[in-house]
């Protein structure tokens, strides 16, 4: 059939074909979406609570149009082996990145939930307890950033201040707080 075409004619059939490819890709995948969609929206007719046909419904989304994605990106010429490697290295790294920052981030939202919560105020004293028994590190909240509160333990019999104590925020919520009122 390309003989048939005149040389200038075969230049753009190479442009047009892979063009009318891809629109009939997106086409499809829009229309399966919608079909899924009516699906999802029948099902919950039937008992489906609303919070789950949500979740369906934008698992059904991704899956589709990433299969789309895949098909267009395929149809100008990307690999799909070069695309699987890019995805693991990307994932790999991001998986090596998210549990070196664990620990951070983890203190970070409980500086969240501090503030938000007040399970203590500055100027209070506290005391984290290890366990029921045992006197745990305890002194007035004097400082409280987003990786740290700041403790200062109560004065030394020579009358100098007490030391310093920098809790990481997570460990409030992992042990009982003892607080005294003003």
């Known amino acids: 059939m390309r003989d048939f075409w005149p040389a200038w004619g075969q230049e753009w059939l190479d442009l047009i ?3 009318i490819q891809v629109v009939l890709i997106a086409l499809t995948a829009w ?3 919608q079909l899924a969609r009516r ?3 029948r099902l919950g007719e039937h008992n489906l609570p609303v919070e789950l046909q949500n979740v369906a419904r934008r698992i059904s989304a991704a899956l589709i149009y990433g299969a789309a994605l895949l098909l267009v990106l395929e149809r100008l010429g990307v690999s799909a082996a070069v ?7 990307f994932a ?4 090596v990145a998210f549990f070196a920052v664990w620990s951070v981030l983890s203190n970070i939202f409980c ?5 938000t919560t007040r399970p203590f105020r500055l100027y209070e004293h506290i005391e984290v307890l290890e366990n029921g028994e ?3 590190l305890k002194g007035k909240v004097i400082d409280i950033n987003l990786i740290y509160t700041t ?8 009358g100098q201040p007490g030391n310093l104590l920098q809790i990481p925020n997570s460990l409030f919520f992992q042990r009982a707080v003892r607080r005294w009122r003003r």
Request: charged share 15%.
């Open 17 to 19: 074909v892979p063009l």
């Open 31 to 33: 229309l399966l979406q």
């Open 39 to 41: 699906v999802i929206r």
């Open 83 to 89: 695309l699987w490697a890019a995805f693991t290295g």
């Open 92 to 95: 790999a790294v991001a998986a």
């Open 111 to 115: 500086t969240v939930l501090i503030f």
């Open 134 to 136: 045992k006197a745990g």
């Open 151 to 158: 403790l200062e333990e109560d004065s030394t019999s020579e």
